[in-house]
């Protein structure tokens, strides 16, 4: 017997907001599986050796408008510069829509194919296997950026990662460090070719001064938004102030 397909139509209400949601996971990698539960579209993303784990999570109603699932719907998208491409057919003034179809699976829904269509194009888009896609359940990655027990932490600002980004590509080897050495309020970051160096800074949980150590390439995942910075023993914990976006990238033990 065939399993029930269920169709969810949603109006795309803020197609900016639906992209810029989507780039933030296309930095780390290209396929993820988005989820749909209540009010809340997210997902979790990490690289192929999980040193890089981040979660970012969208109100639906800051992106799509139409009844919603009872359950968590799953959809699984292999190549996500594929699908963002998609609105690049659909002018930013006309109404455009989002049918997704979905079967059932162990209590969730599981999407199959999605549909963006207005009066005169449809794209159909058929999901991926979502075994296919690396998937980091809700308890490892909670566990994983829980700020509970940090060092330090400081407050960081989008012109601060946004000098950061511009140093950092002085630096050809991506598998050059990058260096964050807290002293009392003063942050000093160096890589091969440059030294960043902040001044009058407060620093939560300042005890010793210490350097913590992430390879540069990882710094490309970050968001460039105003952040709260928590490092830990094992990782940093960058969580964007501006959006729902948190990610953790293991640091290098020497």
Excluded at 100 to 114: H, Q, V
Aim: glycine share 4%; proline share 1%; charged share 25%.
């Amino acid at each position: 017997m065939n399993k029930k397909i269920k169709t969810w139509n949603f109006k795309i209400i803020n197609i900016n907001n639906f992209i810029l949601f989507l780039k933030k996971f296309k930095m780390v990698d290209k396929s993820v599986i988005l989820e749909l539960e209540g009010n809340n579209l997210f997902g979790k993303i990490n690289t192929i050796d999980k040193s890089v784990i981040k979660y970012v999570s969208i109100n639906i109603n800051d992106v799509f408008e139409g009844e919603l699932p009872q359950t968590r719907l799953k959809i699984g998208i292999l190549d996500l510069s594929k699908l963002i491409d998609v609105f690049k057919y659909f002018g930013n003034e006309e109404t455009l829509n989002i049918l997704i179809d979905s079967e059932p699976y162990e209590n969730e829904l599981i999407a199959t194919k999605i549909s963006f269509y207005n009066s005169f194009i449809n794209i159909f888009i058929k999901c991926s296997d979502i075994s296919l896609i690396s998937y980091i359940n809700d308890k490892i990655q909670q566990n994983v950026h829980s700020i509970e027990n940090f060092e330090i932490n400081f407050k960081f600002s989008k012109e601060n990662f946004q000098k950061l980004a511009s140093l950092t590509n002085i630096d050809t080897n991506p598998e050059e460090f990058l260096n964050f050495n807290i002293q009392e309020k003063e942050i000093k970051i160096q890589g091969d070719s440059f030294q960043y160096q902040i001044k009058d800074k407060e620093i939560n949980g300042f005890k010793e001064s210490k350097t913590y150590t992430i390879y540069k390439k990882q710094f490309s995942f970050i968001d460039l938004e105003d952040s709260e910075i928590y490092f830990h023993d094992n990782r940093i914990l960058i969580k964007s102030i501006e959006t729902n976006s948190i990610i953790a990238i293991g640091l290098i033990e020497f």
